[in-house]
């Protein structure tokens, strides 16, 4: 018989608040996505990563995130949280308490997914991964053969990986389920763009379900990494692309490029420019600064971020030191609902671009769609093969109808603009206060932090 929900009314809460946001009402109430920085602890030297690339990231001492001081200050909000993200500037499974986090974790039903470079995919870790209820797996991986991905993911093993992800699949046919999915992060070197095909005919035979193609970020002027930059050129890439999509679509996996193709290069003259757009060293992001474009992601309303020093931010792709409270004196939802986070999800609406979100507009990385109906989709399919009951049928076709984010935000702006407002009298309104109480404690023209290494995960 299959267990009892303890946290569905909960859950469901979290789905309405959002609609009633979307529909112009109050701010979400949760987080739908608590992302988690496990520690700094890697066992390989990746080409592309920041740790091994930038001084400030090297100097770091090694260092794991204690699940006990996180338990207190997320205790109030799990109930509500529908996904959970174990990540790091490192390897999460080398953690000392890995099994423990997933164990907490799941006792709050919540989608559990973590990154991995996948060398610690062995039968027990699979075993003990598909028996704790895990919704999915993110590998690392790029390269379609062994010179290729050893190369980029130094101290990786090519075989060792494959023969990893075969035996996820093998332990879920053992326990009979069809969690955790398996999911490929790939990053778009030049020369693994060049064989994507032949690397969606690679993660087929190996059972994956899902790739996502993400933007190779220099973080560093060394022409080993800047001149394997790939970018969306309509004449070559693009024709790949459409390629690889029908091959995916013939293996049954879904190849997400959406985030590689948001910046389509029309003409020759324009792919050096585009590809400095991805080199974080050169311009000091002054062409983020210079972009007036509105703003379109919804991740401050959606997301929340704890760093392995217990710093929050509510995106995981700021920089990296700034912080928006630590957990040590404050919880999650005290953070969520003060006048800092508050003012931040006012001021992202607005235009000139906030000083924190230049990185992600200038390497067209930011998320222009706020997924609810995909997390809708995932979390009923987990939660009705766990539970044995569908999990809110009757939000089914509101969810579905939901507009983009970019209807979304120009729905609130609309509002904001027409709702009768003090200002005439001179007193601010609660738009005014809440921006006014960031920017007083959150100067947004600020000297730059490295950019957060999730950019290449």
């Known amino acids: 018989m299959p267990p009892v929900s303890r946290f569905q009314k909960q859950k469901i809460n979290t789905f309405d608040s959002f609609l009633e946001f979307a529909n112009g009402g109050k701010e979400p109430g949760w987080p739908q996505e608590i992302i988690l920085e ?36 997320f205790a109030s909000v799990l109930p ?10 490192g390897e999460p499974t080398l953690h000392p308490q890995f099994f423990s986090y997933l164990d907490y974790l799941s006792d709050f039903e ?15 870790f699979c075993d003990s ?16 053969t062994p010179a290729q991905y050893e190369n980029i ?26 969690f955790p999915l398996l999911i490929v992060n790939s990053i778009s070197f030049q020369r693994h763009v060049d064989t994507l095909c032949d690397f969606i005919d690679l993660m087929a035979d190996q059972g994956v379900q ?27 890439e693009s024709k790949i692309l459409q390629k690889a999509k029908e091959r995916a679509a013939r293996a049954g996996i879904c190849l997400d490029t959406s985030r590689f193709e948001n910046a389509p290069v029309q003409s020759k003259t324009l792919v050096k420019s585009a590809r400095e757009q991805f080199n974080l060293t050169r311009s000091n992001q002054t062409h983020a600064r210079a972009t007036k474009a509105q703003m379109d992601c919804l991740e401050p309303y959606i997301q929340f971020a704890c760093s392995k020093d217990m710093e929050t931010k509510p995106c995981c792709f700021m920089y990296h030191e700034v912080s928006f409270g630590n957990l040590n004196f404050q919880s ?54 766990n539970f044995g009951k569908p999990f809110y049928p009757a939000a089914k076709e509101r969810i579905e109808t939901l507009p983009d ?32 109480s960031f920017q007083e404690t959150h100067p947004l023209e600020r000297t730059p932090f490295p950019a957060q290494p999730a950019l290449n995960n």
């Open 332 to 385: 999650v939802q005290e953070l969520w609902q003060n006048p800092r986070w508050k003012g931040f999800r006012k001021r992202i609406l607005t235009t000139p671009v906030p000083s924190f979100c230049e990185t992600c507009v200038r390497i067209k990385n930011r998320i222009t769609n706020h997924h609810v109906h995909e997390k809708y989709k995932d979390y009923s399919e987990w939660f009705e093969f």
């Open 129 to 144: 991964v598909v028996s704790r209820r895990v919704f999915s797996v993110t590998v690392s991986f790029s390269g379609s």
């Open 38 to 73: 496990m520690g700094n602890v890697c066992n390989l030297k990746c080409e592309m990563c920041p740790k091994v690339l930038m001084p400030h990231f090297q100097h770091q001492q090694p260092q794991f995130t204690d699940l006990g001081l996180l338990k207190p200050p």
């Open 153 to 178: 993911y130094r101290g990786g093993k090519f075989d060792q990986v494959l023969k990893g992800m075969k035996l996820l699949g093998q332990a879920k046919q053992r326990y009979r389920s069809p």
């Open 210 to 236: 899902r790739i996502q193609l993400s933007n190779l970020v220099a973080f560093t002027d060394n022409p080993t990494i800047h001149d394997q930059i790939a970018v969306c050129r309509t004449w070559k």
């Open 405 to 436: 984010s970019e209807k979304i935000v120009e729905k609130r702006i609309a509002l904001t603009m027409s709702t009768p407002s003090k200002r005439s009298s001179g007193e601010p309104n609660g738009f005014q206060k809440a921006l006014s």
């Open 110 to 124: 919540v989608l559990i997914d973590f990154y991995t470079n996948g060398m610690q995919l062995d039968r027990q």
């Open 80 to 89: 509500y949280a529908l996904t959970v993200q174990l990540v790091g500037c």
